[in-house]
């Protein structure tokens, strides 16, 4: 099973977005997605460092791909959507309307912010030249086998989501900019303070979920890890692992020594404990009854 580096989902500086994806090209990782997936207003900070980027890690041998935005509603951006196929490398959409903007009868993937919730949707998706598909990761595991086996009788890779904060929700309002009292045209970057997003608490303050700008994720950090022999089994190409500032080479290496059968998901847990002691972890969209279960024990700091 490959391993794939999801689009980074928080707002970074240029220098440290540089940094992590220099990183990249040791790690052992199969295929990156770059590119900015929340907000196009944080994109003029890096876009200038992304054709370097590309070519670092080409030429370290990794698949690359560009995300395109979840939520396309400006006229800017519809043109750095439809710029995207210009780059020359394979482009992942994460909203369909960046599929008017490809070149007919091109390959491209899709991110799992598309629903692609039926074997229907796959083969209407492959139709149009999808080779990939990461499942939206609320999927349990009884419907992701049911997918990678329509998917791959249609030759297209399934891709599930392994590692990170999960993707919520989009919305046309930022609410890190409302949290300051400020408009989303006059945010000042605020999400840049939070750089694996704000955590939110209920009004009794419990754990809840976290803020990323026009984003919602999840409070908790998704892992795969005590599930990886039935993904194996049911055909699955690929793990995603989603960007984290803290000690995310430690973690790619952790996953591919999982996959590889040079440790078990105890011992990945632990670890992950270890990098960040604040880490709650989850897996319950794929075998529990809540999205915030957990299967294996607490990670231990």
């Known amino acids: 099973m490959e391993l794939t580096v999801g689009p980074n989902q928080f707002f970074w500086s240029a220098d440290r977005w540089t940094s992590f994806h220099d990183d990249l090209a040791s790690a ?52 750095l959507t439809s710029e995207l196929a210009e780059m020359g490398v394979e482009v992942e959409i994460n909203d369909l309307t960046a599929l008017a903007h490809l070149p007919e009868g091109i390959r491209f993937s899709v991110g799992p912010l598309v629903n692609v919730y039926n074997e229907g949707t796959i083969a ?40 990170g904060r999960l993707p919520l929700a989009i919305s046309g309002r930022c609410y890190h900019a409302r949290l300051h009292g400020r408009t989303k045209d006059n945010c000042q970057f605020a999400c840049e303070d939070d750089p694996d997003g704000l955590d939110i608490q209920t009004l009794d303050g419990q754990p809840f979920l976290a803020m990323n700008g026009v984003q919602t994720l999840s409070d908790t950090y998704a892992c795969a890890a005590y599930q990886i022999g039935a993904l194996e089994k049911s055909g699955v190409a690929a793990l995603r692992l989603s960007p984290q500032s803290n000690g995310f080479g430690e973690l790619s290496r952790l996953y591919r020594q999982l996959l590889d059968g040079e440790c078990d998901a105890d011992h990945v847990a632990d670890a992950i404990g270890r990098i960040d002691g604040n880490i709650r972890l989850s897996d319950g969209f794929l075998t529990g009854a809540r999205g915030v279960d957990w299967s294996g024990k607490p990670a231990q700091p």
């Not at 929340?38 to 698949?63: H, M, N, W």
């Not at 030249?129 to 030759?155: F, K, M, Q």
Request: glycine share 6%; charged share 25%.
């Open 28 to 79: 052992p990782v199969d295929r990156v997605v770059l590119g900015e997936l929340v907000c196009s207003k944080r994109l003029p900070f890096y876009q200038d460092r992304i054709p370097d980027a590309i070519g670092t890690l080409i030429e370290a041998g990794k698949e690359v791909a560009l995300t395109s935005l979840a939520l396309v509603t400006l006229k800017r951006e519809r043109k």
């Open 124 to 163: 209407w998706l492959a139709s149009r030249g999808a080779a990939r598909i990461c499942l939206p990761p609320e999927l349990p595991l009884a419907s992701v086998e049911t997918l990678t086996a329509a998917a791959t009788n249609l030759g297209v890779a399934i891709e599930v989501w392994g590692h």
